[in-house]
DNA sequence: TTGATTTTAGAATGAACATTCTATTTGTTG
DNA sequence: CAACAAATAGAATGTTCATTCTAAAATCAA
């Protein structure tokens, strides 16, 4: 069914609202970020977005929401014949996305859902929800399509660079991202490789 | 010169305010934990704070300036003869500082120190001066030890798979840190290889 | 002990904030 | 167009908070 106009408005109202709020949180964090500097960003009142959230925790989830599915989504659709090609594909992602400024700035809102999943069970919630389904996706090409075992722990591995060098970044802005590269690439086949070497202790 | 008394009961009471502090913070974030509620949690009045701090933002910089060194410290004194030795204490260190339950609490605490990193500049100079300590010493091993080139990739790659995993944790609580720990190693062995294999494009 | 100094508590202050309330404008429908 | 409903603004409210102020208690020096 079609959406009447005023539903559409009221979708572009509320549109209006996350998308001055991810602005705000981005620039002050969820707690100095108030209703007021939202609204004037929004270009409403500050009453008048009570109409469309509950709450201002409620926009922080609805923030979080979005922002992880569209994390997700930007991993969503990957499809590799083999392992070789998958550690390339990813690598050249990983690389992408931080090599990007406004992912740098995005770090800081991921660390900030990350510092309020550990305290806000709806938080954690969302943003699990969001981390299996992406873990879902990539295990299923593993196992079932590139045909390794271990999928589920190389899945996380894997996921284990993304995060990791976004949060290097943060802590080390010199970083050199040309040397980098044919380490992040060596680290992916590595952890795509058929036979792991089971160390003894 | 040894402290005086008045010099220790004064040290004392920074370091009680900073328990506290540290407490409420990863209890409630830095912005949610109230003067009042460190003050009743370091068992002193609210104002009396003041004579120790000049604000609460001193009190956040004290923080992490002193959670970052203590992290720090923790990396400090790594000697491996071989990249095989390091590769595997480097390996053991990880999955060791992720299996203990206060690590997991701190992890909160240290993501959002990195989201304020990217807001407050004085909050950054300080994460980016322990940061730049830990890799010091980790390049001058890998180098100087060692002997190997690309000392200061390997160096940032080794850290990605700390916060890596530390982010991954957070992110997918249902971790298999079992079959982790032998992709680890694999990874780590992999980043600290002689021999990279430089892959055409 | 006495006077001076430091340490401490706790109330007072003023600002900022999330949320609610009231009224006005805008749009819709018969 | 008239009546009604939805959308909107902006002021009002009550709370929470960081910080400052005032005075009492503890410590120390003589």
Redesign the pocket.
């Known amino acids: 069914m079609p959406l009447t106009?005023?539903e559409k408005?009221?979708n572009a109202?509320i549109a209006q609202v996350l998308d001055a709020a991810a602005h705000c949180f981005v620039e002050l964090g969820f707690h100095?970020?108030?209703?007021?500097k939202i609204a004037a960003k929004a270009?409403?009142?500050?009453?008048?977005i009570?109409?469309y959230f509950e709450?201002?925790?409620a926009i922080i989830a609805a923030i979080v929401d979005r922002e992880s599915a569209r994390a997700a989504e930007r991993f969503a659709e990957f499809d590799a014949l083999d392992s070789t090609e998958l550690a390339a594909v990813m690598t050249e992602r990983a690389v992408l996305s931080i090599a990007e400024k406004t992912d740098i700035l995005q770090s800081a809102l991921n660390m900030e859902m990350l510092a309020e999943c550990q305290r806000n069970p709806e938080i954690a919630c969302i943003i699990h929800k969001h981390d299996r389904y992406v873990r879902d996706q990539l295990t299923h090409l593993i196992r079932d399509k590139i045909g390794l075992d271990l999928a589920e722990a190389r899945t996380d591995m894997m996921m284990v660079q993304f995060s990791g060098l976004a949060n290097r970044l943060l802590r080390n802005p010199d970083l050199d991202l040309t040397n980098m590269v044919v380490l992040m690439r060596q680290t992916m086949t590595s952890i795509l490789s058929p036979t792991l070497c089971q160390k003894a202790k």
Chains 1, 2 share one sequence.
Do not use: C, F, L
Not at 32 to 36: C, F, G, H, P
Not at 43 to 48: D, E, F, Q, V
């Open positions: 106009g005023a408005r009221r109202r100095r970020a108030s209703m007021a270009k409403m009142s500050p009453g008048h009570y109409h709450s201002k925790e």
